[in-house]
């Protein structure tokens, strides 16, 4: 990671990723973002020390890697100019959507990983399913993984295809937790309880059972049976999912998101 990193698109995502490796001690002189959004350039560069171009222009030329972290349909009409400066370049895709065959076609680069982070990486808690093409080396994919460790986690997957699924379970999952966390919230309030303390009891419960589940080494089936006591209170509601289906329908709902997102690859893919 020793040349000019450049991040086409200066928005939350690539601001969780640089804002990161600056944080790290990357001197911000190795960095390079392209950003058509004059207030966005303005504060990136007054924030962070990093230059911020308009449009992209021949220092391109220098990145040794290139962060996509445009909204995936503006990605072809934000890819066309720069395309005479990025063949020589790592492309790292962190958009949605964009198969890395239409990367390497309009990078003119067959050295491709897309990324499919999720919102945590904002405050370094994401976790990142990963796929690279064929032409990605070893020590490049390594340099990845250092790059996008400030954000959280990493994960390979072996097929493109499997990002499908990564998108539908962690991509979209935070806002899965979030339905359920205003669902508790919404109890709370039907309980008497107000709304400020059924938000910190409902999210320090699940932050303090994320946490009790990543530190064991016992399957999350075998940490909800200690708590469910038969007749008791916890029984009481597990056996209220259970006759609604909750099970069920959480299945169906990430499987549609997995449906969704092969549909959209189809149609950026095009």
């Known amino acids: 990671m020793q040349d000019k990193i450049a991040f086409i698109g200066g928005g939350n995502m690539a601001g969780a990723i640089f804002g990161g490796l600056l944080r ?3 001197p911000a002189a190795q960095l390079l ?10 504060r990136l560069a007054a924030e962070h020390g990093i230059q911020a171009l308009a449009a992209g222009d021949a220092s391109l ?8 972290a445009v909204k995936p349909q503006l990605f072809a009409e934000a890819a066309a100019p720069l395309r005479a400066w990025l063949g020589g370049a790592l ?5 949605a959507g964009i198969p890395s065959a239409a990367l390497a076609r309009a990078t003119g680069s067959e050295r491709v990983v897309r990324a499919m982070p999720n919102t945590p990486a904002l405050i370094g808690q994401g976790i990142a399913g990963l796929y ?13 993984e250092r790059l996008l460790a400030p954000t959280g986690q990493t994960l390979w997957v072996a097929r493109e295809d499997d990002l499908d699924a990564v ?8 806002a899965y937790f979030f339905f359920f966390v205003e669902a508790m919230m919404a109890a709370a309030q039907d309980m008497g309880l107000d709304a400020e ?3 910190r009891l409902a999210l320090a419960t699940c932050a303090g059972a994320a946490a009790l589940g990543l530190a064991s080494d016992e399957p999350p089936a075998t940490l909800r049976e200690r708590v469910t006591s038969k007749g008791g209170t916890t029984h009481a509601a597990i056996t209220s999912l259970q006759a609604d289906a909750v099970d ?23």
């Open 91 to 95: 492309q790292l895709s962190v958009m």
């Open 24 to 26: 790290a001690g990357m």
């Open 132 to 144: 690279a093409r064929p032409a990605v080396s070893a020590d490049e994919r390594a340099a990845v």
């Open 197 to 199: 303390q059924g938000r």
């Open 248 to 270: 069920a329908a959480i299945r169906r709902a990430v499987l549609a998101a997995q449906r969704r997102a092969a549909e959209l690859g189809r149609e950026f893919g095009a």
């Open 33 to 42: 973002v392209v950003e058509p959004h004059a207030p966005q350039r303005e």
């Open 61 to 68: 030329a220098a990145a040794g890697t290139v962060v996509w």
């Open 167 to 174: 998108t539908a379970l962690s991509g979209s999952g935070p």
